[in-house]
């Protein structure tokens, strides 16, 4: 069974950094590109990062970019996102999700997600 | 604001069909095939209904069906069932100069 299951999520002051794993199995995950994408409470989704499955190409939503950075080790069956610079609008539950084939999209499965709030 | 324009809400009754649409530009639903649909249940996760404009994964069953027509793309469910009350997304590439996802702002179907 595919499952990817997020971790780290949590309370961050404004400015402050955190680092989201996602853990990926059933699957070879070195053979898809892998994503972020992100859903502010009681709002919709707003795609965040996709890195290729070798980490040759790596692309950023500009709401994030210079902030965020997409990363995954492929040994560890593993999907990253460091945070940095985060500000209110951040906060969000953030999901982890596959390519559903060997193209960048559309993305499926996804995680339960982690949810991330950013407060003073 | 979202990239792409879909109605906050439709209904239906049960064994109606109901047509939720989602508006874009020739920047994105107009110029590629690359349009989705996600089903969302509250506090679950996103699950893919329709990819590459009307095509289903395996398991959605034949009742979801895509379409798009310029820059308008369309799931159409038919047959409605209680478990079809749920958020949707459209969702499409949007990548003419550089990459770029861009979802609506979902639709809330209720089964009436």
């Known amino acids: 069974e595919v499952q990817l299951v997020e971790s780290g999520g949590g309370l961050v002051k404004p400015g402050g950094s955190l680092r989201l794993s996602c853990a990926a199995s059933?699957?070879?995950?070195?053979?898809?590109?892998m994503n972020w994408v992100r859903q502010a409470p009681g709002k919709g989704l707003e795609w965040v990062s996709s890195?290729?499955?070798?980490?040759?190409?790596?692309y950023y939503a500009d709401s994030v970019k210079g902030r965020f950075t997409i990363s995954r080790d492929n040994a560890k069956n593993s999907l990253y996102l460091q945070m940095n610079s985060l500000r209110a609008e951040d906060t969000a539950v953030y999901y982890c999700?596959?390519?559903?084939?060997?193209?960048?999209?559309?993305?499926?499965?996804w995680g339960q997600g982690t949810l991330v709030t950013v407060s003073s | 604001q979202s990239a792409l324009t879909q109605p906050p809400s439709a209904s239906g009754s049960p064994g109606q069909s109901v047509t939720i649409s989602c508006t874009g530009t020739?920047?994105?639903?107009?110029?590629?095939?690359?349009v989705s649909w996600y089903q969302q249940h509250p506090g679950k996760a996103p699950k893919l209904m329709i990819y590459?404009?009307?095509k289903r994964p395996s398991g959605v069953p034949d009742r979801f069906s895509g379409s798009k027509s310029g820059n308008t793309a369309s799931l159409t469910v038919s047959g409605l069932q209680a478990e079809d009350e749920a958020d949707y997304y459209c969702?499409?590439?949007?990548?003419?100069?550089?990459?770029?996802?861009?979802f609506g702002g979902g639709t809330k179907l209720t089964v009436l």
């Open positions: 999700a596959r390519a559903y084939s060997s193209s960048w999209f559309p993305f499926d499965p």
């Open positions: 059933g699957f070879t995950f070195s053979s898809y590109s």
């Open positions: 890195i290729s499955s070798s980490s040759s190409y790596i």
């Open positions: 020739s920047s994105d639903v107009g110029g590629y095939n690359y």
């Open positions: 590459e404009v009307s």
């Open positions: 969702s499409s590439y949007a990548g003419s100069n550089n990459f770029d996802v861009v």
